[in-house]
């Protein structure tokens, strides 16, 4: 017999999304629970009287909406953060007076001056050149910014192997619109961003997660999961892991790289805080350039609001990334990357990394200071912590209870994929607040909360 029978109105002729409705209901209210196996497709179509193939398609669209986990071999699992926002961006207003620790925002008070950017602009050329339509992959002169700026990350190209794109999160979106398919997976870090689980979901990509140790993802956990699962391709933060800080050496990237190419998989690397805390490490997609990817953001490093990253990618890739681009927003706002691009020669934006590294160097030595006594990992120039909660906390609990005192902050489960449980820990911003001597409060109130006996 099984352990969960849903009711089904059976009135709307679409039995499948009947289904998918009443696991998200159920997940929803709590009758399903996180990590929690649900019943065989055979053993829950004999308990409703429907077909197997009716529950494979409503199993399949509970996937897609983020609310199962499916493991050939092992069954289908209520996932770890179905119940969880994962978004990092409310859409509702937060609480007067609440401290933000959770969103990591790149120090905005260090930007460089946008006004005396344009004004620089306007009086080198005419700027009516940059409000026209232009090549979806971007100007020439842009694209060969672009490649410096890729130079930052380590990751050596030419103008010609450069896409233009409107962010990191646009450049993900190509990527996955454009070189793969509904259905494909990917397979990541157990714990990942939560903008690629988002964006995965919308697009009907399935995320396989991998086993990771302190150096993040693992090279035998990815080899099983590729050789159980139909794997097209692997993303990848080997730089500074995004949210446990895990750095790759030389050999741990080699040993992805080598498994990478064994299970011809497409290396996608966005390294967004590569740069906060830049090693002697190459790229993992510099090992093998004809099937990697490589996201050279500047949000974090230099201004969000710009909305401007690049796309190293190999020749065979480029149109249909184009494409992609093209389908989405035509074409990133030229005078957006023609600010980018005068900064990145000018020295400008090297030199507000600069700024940004040694703030969040400040920062870092407060929190070691205020967070004596805790576990946490992070980079002495990093803009995020990630913290080991004391038993019995959850990450899910300290989020909320941080809350109620006023401080944001961001539990494990957000980052969770699959329906492994979430260790208990949470990622702590050092860059949300402005103010130095907000960063210092919700420090504290942290402590108090973890240690109140301190």
Excluded at 220 to 247: E, F
Excluded at 406 to 424: D, K, N, W
């Amino acid at each position: 017999m099984t352990t969960w029978t849903p009711a089904l109105a059976r009135d709307t002729g679409s039995l499948f999304l009947e289904l998918a409705d009443a696991i998200e209901r159920d997940v929803t209210g709590g009758v399903l629970r996180p990590g929690q196996r649900l019943p065989p497709h055979r053993e829950l179509a004999d308990a409703l009287g429907i077909n197997v193939s009716t529950v494979t398609r409503g199993y399949r669209e509970a996937e897609r909406r983020g609310l199962l986990s499916a493991t050939v071999g092992r069954g289908t699992f209520v996932a770890s953060d179905a119940a969880t926002a994962t978004s990092m961006v409310a859409f509702e207003p937060s609480a007067p007076g609440m401290l933000e620790m959770g969103l990591i925002t790149p120090l905005h008070f260090l930007d460089p001056d946008v006004s005396e950017g344009f004004r620089r602009i306007a009086r080198r050329m005419d700027p009516r050149a940059f409000m026209r339509y232009s090549e979806p992959r971007g100007l020439p002169e842009h694209r060969a910014a672009g490649a410096r700026w890729a130079a930052r990350y380590g990751m050596e190209a030419g103008p010609e192997e450069i896409i233009v794109c409107a962010g990191a999160q646009h450049a993900l979106t190509c990527i996955l619109a454009g070189l793969l398919r509904s259905g494909d997976r990917i397979a990541t870090d157990a714990l990942t961003y939560p903008g690629l689980k988002t964006l995965a979901a919308m697009l009907g990509i399935r995320l396989v997660p991998i086993p990771m140790d302190e150096e993040g993802m693992t090279p035998a956990g990815l080899d099983t999961a590729c050789r159980r699962d139909a794997i097209r391709a692997v993303y990848l933060m080997p730089g500074v892991h995004n949210p446990t800080t895990a750095s790759m050496s030389n050999a741990r990237r080699d040993a992805i790289a080598a498994v990478a190419a064994a299970h011809d998989l497409l290396i996608i690397e966005d390294d967004a805080y590569d740069l906060t805390h830049p090693g002697e490490a190459a790229p993992v997609g510099s090992r093998d350039r004809e099937r990697s990817v490589y996201v050279a953001g500047m949000s974090k490093a230099l201004a969000a609001g710009l909305r401007v990253a690049f796309i190293v990618a190999p020749r065979k890739l480029l149109k249909p990334l184009a494409q992609a681009v093209l389908n989405t927003v035509w074409m990133t706002p030229p005078l957006n990357v023609e600010l980018a691009a005068m900064w990145i020669g000018d020295g400008t934006a090297d030199a507000v990394l600069a700024a940004k590294r040694a703030e969040a160097a400040r920062r870092y030595m407060e929190a070691c200071d205020l967070l004596e006594g805790l576990r946490f990992r992070g980079k002495p120039s990093g803009f995020y912590l990630w913290l080991d909660l004391p038993a019995p906390w959850t990450g899910a609990r300290f989020e909320a209870e941080a809350a109620k005192a006023g401080v944001s902050v961001f539990g494990a489960q957000r980052f969770v994929v699959g329906e492994s449980a979430p260790p208990a820990a949470a990622r702590i911003s050092l860059t949300g607040t402005e103010r130095m001597a907000d960063l210092t409060h919700g420090l504290t109130v942290i402590r108090d909360l973890l240690l109140p006996d301190a």
